[in-house]
């Protein structure tokens, strides 16, 4: 409570100089407290030690000494992806930096929104402003990397055949319904929710527009299945899938700003905050610009998705405690 240079003097009452009134209160607060916990540990001894008790549980689970259980912790994440979903959406970032102004567009992206948030996506890289986009991907093979880049360039030169596409895709008649259906059960949404909502996909929908929208500024950030480790433990994978692409990405992002003053990184909203570090890491400082948009995720949505990847995967408890207390709220 005191500071090393208080001069603080005691003699029992007689005469207590001190350097503040702050100080004053302090002392007072002090001696009150330490009286009344040596009473307490006089008369009820367990009480405090039970106090104490509770204190050091609290402080070791601040330290993450106490272990979560996997019930709890996939509460714990169906949680936080609702709070995402629904609640915050996609809040896009413009990042700069200031040697040579610089400019990098990080937005979140998911792969089952709305129709709507898709398209406000197109609508901000269609700006003449934006020159370069990153897209990020996995392929089967260097041949299907080698098509794609084709792709572009055909899309690039017939624009006639560019805007065909793109109609067809917006009325949905592009790819056959088991296509789309295949596309969406990976992600465990319910095809029958996603046309009640209105719902695409990132892979079939966005992506194909992109392509036909804008195929000169697209830059592929593709990696190939093949280099994915062949070890199954969850942290091999976690670092290839996550912070291995996103370091590519960002090597990726620092070729294209050789040749570009703008350059947007619409990427999976898992990995903004490893964007957030990498491009503060290298010299980016946030401008002050932000858009938030909505995924069109309702609680209802939310509810029915979170039903489905529960009843798909009936042997796991995941989600088990969510769906308990939906069951209870509507009881109640």
């Known amino acids: 409570f005191f500071d090393r240079n208080s001069q603080v003097s005691f003699n029992f009452g007689v005469q207590v100089p001190l350097t503040s009134a702050l100080d004053l209160v302090f002392v007072t607060m002090s001696l009150f407290l330490s009286s009344r916990c040596c009473r307490r540990l006089l008369h009820e001894p367990s009480s405090v030690f039970h106090r104490f008790n509770r204190l050091r549980d609290v402080r070791r689970w601040l330290k993450g000494k106490v272990e979560v259980s996997p019930e709890q912790a996939n509460l714990n994440a169906v949680l936080n992806l609702r709070r995402l979903v629904v609640d915050v959406g996609s809040i896009q970032m413009d990042f700069v930096r200031e040697v040579d102004n610089k400019q990098v567009l990080l937005i979140p992206m998911h792969h089952v929104a709305s129709e709507s948030f898709f398209v406000e996506v197109l609508e901000e890289l ?95 950030a593709d990696v190939l299945a093949s280099q994915i480790p062949s070890s199954k433990t969850p942290e091999a994978q976690h670092r290839f899938l996550v912070l291995g692409r996103q370091e590519y990405a960002l090597r990726m992002l620092k070729q294209a700003l050789e040749t570009m003053d703008v350059v947007a990184l619409p990427w999976g909203f898992h990995h903004t905050q490893g964007f957030v570090q990498g491009l503060r890491a290298r010299g980016f400082t946030p401008s002050g610009r932000t858009v938030r948009r909505g995924l069109g995720w309702t609680a209802e949505v939310f509810d029915q998705y979170i039903t489905a990847v529960a009843q798909r995967s009936k042997d796991n408890p995941l989600y088990a405690e969510w769906m308990m207390g939906q069951q209870q709220q509507q009881q109640q």
């Open 126 to 220: 269609q700006q003449p402003h934006v020159q370069g986009v990153l897209v990020e991907g996995i392929l089967d093979s260097r041949q299907a990397l080698q098509g794609e880049l084709h792709e572009l360039e055909v899309l690039g030169r017939d624009r006639e055949l560019a805007a065909r596409v793109a109609e067809q895709l917006r009325r949905g008649s592009r790819y056959p319904e088991q296509r789309v259906r295949e596309e969406l059960a990976a992600y465990a949404f319910p095809f029958e929710l996603a046309v009640q909502h209105n719902f695409r996909t990132q892979e079939l929908y966005w992506k194909g527009l992109l392509k036909c929208l804008v195929p000169e500024k697209i830059i592929p």
